[in-house]
């Protein structure tokens, strides 16, 4: 084969290279066109990829994927930095799947791609649903959905501005999560799933990769979540449930009495650590504990994550920093005192297990005493897989025990409502 003809296939014939997986299905599960492309896929599956593709035909009006050119398109990310790093400069993303020359000028400062052909693209975030309202489109990708922390309030405003063309179609690109408003698509009968497990994407990936996370994740919740891209449900015997995490989520919180930080440090700060756990959460005047964030940090050194968590004290003009110092001691202090001298640091120390102390905070949720604002998925993924043998996965459940801290720290003395702590 001459090389001239090698590019013609590597830049024009991605379907004769594609997973079945990555290449737009026909038709709907009711055998209507579709109108969203649910792709489901574990880590390395080829999502990216996928989404950067798809893009790139419907700007350029490639067929079978698309019978015109599009000519304003939506890029949809958990932040902008994400959109930029993944979905466009990414190894996978929409400039590196184009041949040079029809790559389209990218343009940050104005967070937009130009096709030669007049085609634009333009970068939104989903942590920002209010800057989708006004813009119009003929398609859109959204990628990572499932993580987003305004999901729905992201994919609304989205909605609204599909509305150019024939027939405005979006994908969305993303692991799996047990979530509502991805339970919502997969039940919309002018939904297309495709779905993949890591493995079908082997050959591009390191074999050392697949060997390791199979052998440490394989048949694990974790495992079955992330590389075979099940939507698992909720633990059996697991402290806190979907459904009741949905009934506490608000959209805004009240005037707060008292806000506080906490932080649950890891016990070594190697980039195999456990996480750091920095969780915030207030209390109103009527006794309800509302959670404002999940900063949660993993394999960070010490300054970093205290520097994350001073960060979010004076961004919440919290009161104080509850810092759990079992594992550093006064070493946790002394960190927070090189950054800044002088904070209101609460020192508190457990005296029983994880599952003791989180059990009375799983029952002030269960009162309606605990709201969260928003959402926070790897927070609230920790609390539905929390069981008397702790996560599934085996891992310290670092979020959870700076949420534990964060409510207890604002509920003291009633019976009942907090894990028993002592404040140093």
């Known amino acids: 084969m001459l090389p001239g003809e090698i590019d013609f296939l590597t830049d024009d014939c991605w379907q004769l290279f594609a997973h079945p997986h990555q290449l737009p299905p026909r038709v709907a599960t009711s055998g209507a066109p579709w109108l969203t492309w649910l792709l489901i896929g574990g880590r390395g599956a080829g999502k990216t990829r ?21 000519g304003r398109i939506a890029l949809v990310g958990e932040t902008e930095h994400d959109v930029r790093e993944v979905m466009i400069e990414g190894v996978s993303g929409i400039l590196g799947v184009h041949p040079r020359h029809q790559r389209p000028l990218w343009t940050p400062s104005r967070k937009r791609l130009e096709w030669p052909n007049g085609a634009i693209a333009e970068v939104f975030s989903a942590e920002d649903p209010e800057s989708l309202r006004g813009p119009q489109f003929h398609c859109a990708w959204s990628d990572e959905m499932a993580k987003w922390r305004q999901a729905e309030a992201a994919f609304d405003m989205l909605q609204f501005g599909l509305r150019l063309g024939q027939q ?45 996370v199979m052998a440490r994740y394989a048949g694990t919740r974790l495992g079955r979540q992330e590389l075979d891209g099940e939507i698992i449900e909720d633990r059996p015997d697991a402290l806190w449930s979907r459904a009741l995490l ?130 926070y998925p790897e927070l609230e993924d920790e609390m539905c897989d929390f069981a008397s043998s702790g996560l599934s996965n085996g891992r310290s459940p670092d979020r959870l025990d700076a949420l534990v801290w964060a409510v207890a720290s604002l509920t003291p003395g009633r019976r009942g409502d907090g894990p028993r702590i002592r404040t140093l």
Not at 178 to 195: E, G, Y
Not at 256 to 276: E, F, G, N, W
């Open 50 to 70: 996928a989404g950067a593709e798809w893009v790139r035909a419907q700007a350029l009006g490639q067929r079978p994927f698309a019978e015109r050119a599009a």
């Open 168 to 212: 405005p179609r979006q994908l969305i690109t993303t692991t799996a999560r047990p979530s509502a408003w991805l339970k919502r698509l997969l039940a919309d009968p002018a939904t297309a799933v495709t779905r993949a497990a890591t493995a079908a994407n082997a050959f591009h990936l390191a074999p050392t990769f697949l060997k390791n």
């Open 246 to 375: 949905e009934q506490c989520r608000v959209d805004a919180a009240p005037d707060l009495q008292r806000i506080v930080v906490a932080i649950d440090p890891p016990a070594s700060s190697t980039k195999r650590a456990d996480a750091c756990g920095i969780v915030a959460a207030g209390l109103a005047k009527s006794g309800i504990v509302y959670v404002l964030a999940d900063d949660s940090v993993n394999g960070a050194t010490p300054t970093l994550w205290a520097s994350k968590a001073i960060a979010l004290w004076r961004r919440l003009e919290a009161d104080a920093l509850v810092v759990e110092v079992n594992q550093g001691g006064d070493m946790v202090r002394t960190v927070i005192d090189g950054i800044e001298a002088g904070l209101p640091v609460r020192p508190v120390r457990a005296t029983r297990g994880k599952w003791t102390r989180a059990e009375p905070v799983a029952a002030l949720y269960e009162q309606g005493r605990v709201k969260h604002v928003g959402a």
